[in-house]
């Protein structure tokens, strides 16, 4: 049985069990409210409160099984699946032919047990008609209720579905868009080794053993939302390693970062996505090359993710590009409103690429998957 059947059958079982304990509740009630009426209106040359008591107890019980028979009826022939202007004949056709037994079961009880009234009085149908709408109305009571119950509960399983089916779009969502991530740095890095093939086969073997240290990251770090910051940090590392052998002397790289945060958790490619994004549009672009300097920091309850490269924004900036794009997307996805991602230009002809997302250690990531 898979987790899905599993699900469903709880759910069942946790529907009739309600579905029983508000049966019991209610006609109980009405059990003890009838009771009360009848003591407290009751003469002392009337019939015993123990007969009266037997009557009133068989009638519940009766309730129960004609209210348990309108509802097998209504599940069988999927009466609240059809249109208001076809089910509602069908319930009212049905309530008022329950009724009847129930209306029955009272004279006959009443003849006897109770001896209350005269049983030339109990026969009439004036009587007759008296009690059948006093049980039409405790039936149509009934339904009210069980319509209102079904109607709270189809609407709580609708929001449910919706939220498990939101759930699964997101997660499409992050595997589409990590899809999306990879083959853009994959093909960078590739290039970079195309041009060194020829140019220095030595630099280009080291590349290669770099590169497969690379793709087995992307690889495992697809089937994860999150990864280790020492993780993230090292696949970076190579990624700069490779390209500083197509950058030569134009590309320097400082790091800022304490080792106490080498066990916070961080979306994978996402400082790569940062480097990346700063090597192309900015390194790239100048002829004498430039720095770029990564800072990782904590700050209360968040982690900053900086990179800094020399460089200029265009006049009208954009976080559209494939690359922060998804990474904001990403995020978005992640962490809702307690992430943000900033790019801006600052003193001195340097960009500033920052992400801010709430600090996490690996080990509270397992301990939830372990509950």
């Known amino acids: 049985m898979n987790t899905d059947q599993g699900r469903a059958l709880g759910q069942r079982a946790r529907i009739r069990r309600s579905y029983w304990i508000c049966q019991a509740a209610g006609w109980s009630a009405m059990f003890l409210l009838q009771v009360a009426g009848e003591d407290a209106l009751r003469i002392s040359s009337g019939p015993p409160l123990t007969r009266v008591m037997l009557v009133l107890g068989v009638f519940c019980v009766l309730g129960v099984v004609v209210t348990h028979a309108l509802y ?3 599940r069988r022939r999927r009466w609240l699946q059809l249109p208001v202007r076809k089910a509602w004949p069908r319930l009212v056709l049905a309530i008022a032919l329950a009724t009847v037994p129930l209306t029955g079961t009272t004279i ?3 003849l006897r047990f109770v001896h209350a009234v005269p049983p030339h009085d109990l026969l009439r149908p004036r009587t007759f008609i008296v009690l059948w709408a006093n049980h039409l109305v ?3 009571l009934w339904m009210a209720l069980y319509l209102a119950a079904h109607e709270f509960r189809r609407r709580r399983l609708a929001e449910v579905n919706a939220l498990r089916l939101e759930l699964v779009a997101q997660d499409a969502q992050l595997r589409g868009l ?3 991530l990879n083959p853009h740095f994959l093909f960078n890095c590739l290039n970079s080794l195309r041009e060194l093939i020829l140019e220095n086969p030595e630099s280009a073997q080291r590349m290669v053993t770099q590169l497969s240290g690379l793709l087995r990251y992307s690889l495992q770090s697809n089937q994860a939302e999150l990864v280790t ?4 940090v090292q696949a970076v590392k190579d990624y700069l390693d490779l390209e500083a052998v197509r950058f030569e002397d134009r590309l320097h790289v400082h790091w800022n970062m304490p080792s106490e945060l080498n066990g916070a958790v961080v979306p994978p490619m996402l400082l790569q996505t940062l480097v990346e994004n700063a090597l192309k549009h900015g390194i790239a672009r100048r002829s004498e090359g430039g720095d770029v300097t990564i800072t990782v920091r904590p700050e209360n309850s968040l982690i900053h993710l ?7 924004l265009p006049e009208n900036p954009s976080l559209n590009g494939i690359g922060l794009k ?5 995020l978005q996805l992640l962490y809702g409103s307690k992430a943000s991602v900033v790019l801006e230009s600052i003193p001195e002809n340097r960009v500033r690429a920052a992400v801010t997302l709430p600090l996490t250690a690996a080990e509270a990531i397992h301990e939830s998957a372990a509950g």
């Not at 910051?229 to 993230?232: G, M, P, T």
């Not at 900086?306 to 200029?312: D, F, K, P, R, W």
């Open 178 to 180: 990590r899809a999306q």
């Open 326 to 330: 998804n990474a904001r997307t990403r």
């Open 306 to 312: 900086e990179v800094i490269n020399s460089g200029n």
């Open 72 to 74: 097998l009826l209504m």
């Open 108 to 110: 006959f009880a009443n």
């Open 138 to 140: 405790i039936l149509v």
């Open 229 to 232: 910051l020492s993780e993230e």
